[in-house]
Every structure is written in structure tokens, then in C-alpha cells.
């Protein structure tokens, strides 16, 4: 998908006095993954909040809730893993 790119503070990106715009799924798909549920005003049931697993040994519903997220957001998701090391593994985009 194409859009507004962030920098990795997540502001703008911009260069020449415009907007970046540039291959966004990536993007999408970690900030799903950090919001949590009501962060997103307009779509208040929208997020994962990695950051309350964090601690948590529920890799599994971990997992689940982020395979639903992306495909709510409507991304056909093909894999998404948790490891217990703390990697995310994701196969998912939009077609």
C-alpha cells in the first residue's frame, strides 16, 4: 500500500516541502501492533498494545490478536508467528 511515510519517531516525513509517500504496509502493519484498543479515535477497537504482552507468556492469544487486527485492517495475512525470544514473524499485505 501506498501512503504518508513516518520517520522512526513517527513524524512526517517530509522532503521538498512535501509529504513523503512510499510503500507503507510495514508501517501499518507496527502501528497496529503498538496501539492500543481506543488510540485510534475514528476506529476505537483498532490495536494490539504489544506493549501489555510484553511481560505476558500468552503467546497464543497474543498471536490471534494480531492476525485479527491485520485482517481488520484488511490485509490478507498468509503467517504470523510470536517466538518466545521476543521475534514477531509476519506475512501479511494487502491485495
Do not use: C, W
Amino acid at each position: 500500500m501506498k501512503d504518508i511515510l513516518l520517520d522512526e519517531t513517527f513524524d512526517l516525513q517530509v522532503k521538498h516541502n512535501d509529504f513523503v509517500l512510499g510503500e507503507s504496509t510495514r508501517q501499518h502493519q507496527g502501528l497496529i501492533l503498538m496501539a492500543n484498543k481506543g488510540e485510534f479515535k475514528q476506529h476505537p477497537f483498532t490495536g494490539v498494545g504489544l506493549r501489555l504482552y510484553v511481560e505476558d507468556d500468552r503467546l497464543g492469544a497474543l498471536r490471534v490478536e494480531m492476525a485479527k487486527q491485520l485482517e481488520l485492517d484488511g490485509m490478507t495475512v498468509q503467517r504470523v508467528n510470536v517466538y518466545s525470544n521476543g521475534k514477531l514473524e509476519i506475512r501479511a499485505s494487502y491485495e
